[in-house]
């Protein structure tokens, strides 16, 4: 006899999830490694924390998945950007990323709803009040190159800009 507290869909739903947030951490550390490679510093200290913090999450979604009686599936990553025209480019694709995120923990979110699933939506709660925050931050990001612009002396207080708001998130 098979005890769960989800159904299959929903069990396959949160491992899609999984590998979404296990590619976010590996998008991010490319961006980290780009940002490095580039001189920014500050930017790739950033997004190395954002690495850090999208691996937890899908650790968070993983085990939750062990716990309710599903099967939580290691996910194979696989074409990862390692290359960007700019560090406003990389930043845009960081503000989309996220975004992509947010909508699939709608989604998410919207078939748990369907199926009474309301244990799975409490537990998502956290992850879309998260990805607001994520969201606030890529866009805030994107504002500093809209005050400042994106070349010379601009970019280097954008990257420390950067680096500030990873400090920020260390001390929150």
Known sequence: MEYRSLSKKTEELLNQQVAMEAK?????????????????????????????????????????????????????????????????????????????????????MSHCYQENDFITINFLQWFATEQREEEMTARRILDFFEVAGDEGVALYMIDQSIGNLATSSEEG
């Open 24 to 108: 976010a951490s590996a998008i991010y550390l490319g961006m980290a490694s780009w940002c490095e490679r580039n001189a920014f510093e500050h930017s790739a200290k950033f997004f190395y924390l954002q690495s850090d913090e999208e691996r937890m999450h899908m650790l968070k979604i993983f085990n939750y998945l062990n716990e309710v009686g599903g099967q939580a599936i290691s996910p194979e990553i696989t074409d990862i950007p390692q290359d960007y025209e700019s560090l406003k480019n990389l930043c845009e694709s960081f503000l989309n990323h996220e975004v992509s995120v947010t909508q699939s923990i709608n989604a998410l």
